[in-house]
């Protein structure tokens, strides 16, 4: 049955509302973007292990540095290597802007406080170990990873950083405990600066450090399992849109089970930094509303052409 002219004409007022409503409300609204940064390095250095043990396997070191754009990237590694060997080092770099100049990979690229909102989108990991020894240190390895990302209200995005050495060797225990020291700094930051409404994005970052010790003995006992809070820390924005965390000392741990005289030991070192940073896509106010509205709009056609039909019928 055709539908009478009255029904034609509300669905058309209703259907002009619609478009009102999305017009007024600002749908296709104005590019604007959202920006989220995080960095975090950890440099750890004079390693040494008291007192002196009986050294059965030469250490060995791996350094790796990675980086993801939504879920898809790439990671460089090298070793194991035997120390000790000089420098060993790892990159990895995708990004709008040149990668950092030798030297400066382990300090932030995108400088300032806060954050400059005009870079292009970048992510980035490095690890490096130096067993030649700068002038004060007999030893340092050091990690940073680092993503940036500005974007648009038509797409969302999401980059990782990575940086991570592990080294290990053996020991002839001479003495039931054992001290190892090291000396540290680090640097965590996060920044987000969500885009005025009506963007549909929301950014987020976190950024992380850790550094861990470890001896262990025949079976797999472990003698020691160290993670000190100086030296392991993550933090995130939201809900602070700026944060900074740094940190520098000197830090000892030693062996809460006794060792014994002759047997050999392993200890494991492991250092990371990660960074990770996200512009997710949230239902903007207009579009729910469009949606509830058009919703509304399919009920009550619905129902006026029943109503319509019921009367035709009686």
Known sequence: MEE????????????????????????????RAAIAYAFASQTISNVAISPAQTITTAPTVTVEAGQTVN????????????????????????????????????????GGTPVPANLGDFTRGAAQVNFAGPPTNANQSSVAAESYVNTADSVGKKETGNGGISASFSFQATTTSVRISYDFTNLAYTWVNPAAPPSP??????????????????????????STSETNFSLSSPPNGLVQVTGSGSQSVANTTALVVGTIYTVNFSLTSQ???????VPEPNVMLLVAVGGGLTLAVRGLRRRASRSATT
Do not use: C, D, K
Request: no cysteine; net charge positive; charged share 5%.
């Open 4 to 31: 009478r002219p009255s029904l034609r004409r509300l669905t058309r007022r209703l259907a002009t509302a619609l478009v009102v409503l999305a017009l007024t409300g600002g749908w296709a609204a104005n590019a």
């Open 201 to 226: 994005f929301l950014p987020s970052a976190s950024a992380n450090f850790h550094f861990n010790v470890s001896i262990v003995g025949p079976g797999n006992v472990v003698f020691l399992n160290s």
């Open 71 to 110: 879920g898809s990237g790439t990671t460089n590694s090298n070793g194991p290597i035997p120390v000790p060997v000089g420098v060993v080092q790892a990159l990895n770099y995708v990004g709008t802007p040149p990668a950092p100049p030798l030297g400066t990979e382990f300090s932030r690229y995108a």
């Open 275 to 281: 960074s990770s940073v996200m512009t997710s896509a």
